[in-house]
């Protein structure tokens, strides 16, 4: 169950997640104040949350049919991809990247629109920090003949170690939400993203623009993919920063079923 708030225009704004917490009254929501995303910076004291006026809000319910679309589509072991047809909603990320404070592995790299914008946003402001252009979009949307022909069964089926493991139909490229980073030198070298270094604002930001590390660390058990500081799933905002904030739903997999629940 979740909120949406509905700007005076007309528009809508974000959502506000209604979790079931133990010993809490179900019907009482948790309120998640969610700045604007603005220009980044190394002071993170600009992403200060304010309060929410609860009347800009309306409630609205989700069925157990809405995971496979949207944003918050669930794909995982457990959940396949349902492919609907998503052709006009896709963009291509050599055509809509905005000063080229990253590189792109080929210039066929598509992404869902609603992805671009705030991943331009994120890439500029960590260039404009850090001065550095090496993050590299390895990795977009997968459609199910290449995933198919990329795939080697895992030795442990429990622990995927990486993309090629990922069956046919279960992989999160499937969506157009998700990419993969490596690091690509102007000179050419090229190193694998771990997320350290000046690198690690990415992993600790990247909530602010609507991102979250799908793979972290320490839940392995839980995602049964071995963790992956370079794979980045769009969420949108406030989703994410619901994601980053709240114990209860602290990873995607336990968050989906709360806003979900109907």
């Known amino acids: 169950r979740s909120t ?3 700007n005076s225009d007309g528009g809508n704004g974000g959502l506000v997640m209604t979790a079931n917490r133990e010993g809490q009254d179900p019907d009482v929501p948790v309120d998640i104040a969610v700045p604007e995303v603005t220009e980044a910076s190394a002071d993170d004291s600009s992403y200060e ?8 809000y309306r409630k609205i319910f989700k069925s157990g049919a809405d995971l496979g679309l949207g944003e918050l589509v669930l794909i995982n072991s457990e959940n396949s991809y349902k492919f609907p047809d998503i052709s006009a909603l896709l963009v291509n990320m050599a055509a809509n990247m905005q ?7 080929y210039n066929t790299h598509q992404v869902q629109k609603a992805v671009m ?7 500029n402001d960590f260039y404009r920090i850090y001065s550095t252009r090496d993050v590299t979009v390895v990795s977009s949307l997968v459609s199910y003949a290449e995933q198919n022909e990329m795939y080697k069964a895992p030795a442990d089926p429990s622990l995927i170690m990486n993309d090629t493991q990922l069956s046919p139909g279960y992989s999160e490229h499937h969506s157009g939400y998700a990419v993969d980073f490596k690091l690509v030198s102007d000179s050419g070298k090229i190193s694998e993203f771990d997320g350290t270094g000046n690198f690690k604002w990415l992993v600790d930001n990247c909530y602010k623009y609507g991102f979250i590390i799908r793979y ?6 839980v995602t049964g993919v071995k963790a992956c500081p370079s794979h980045f799933r769009y969420v949108g905002v406030p989703h994410s920063y619901i994601m ?3 114990p209860l739903c602290d990873n995607f997999l336990r968050l989906i079923p709360c806003l979900h629940a109907s």
């Open 117 to 123: 914008e705030p991943f331009n946003n994120m890439l």
């Open 4 to 6: 949406r708030r509905e």
């Open 244 to 246: 980053h904030d709240i």
């Open 99 to 105: 000063d080229k404070t990253y590189k792109l592995s």
């Open 216 to 221: 972290p660390e320490g839940k392995e058990e």
């Open 49 to 56: 949350k304010s309060e929410i006026n609860e009347n800009e």
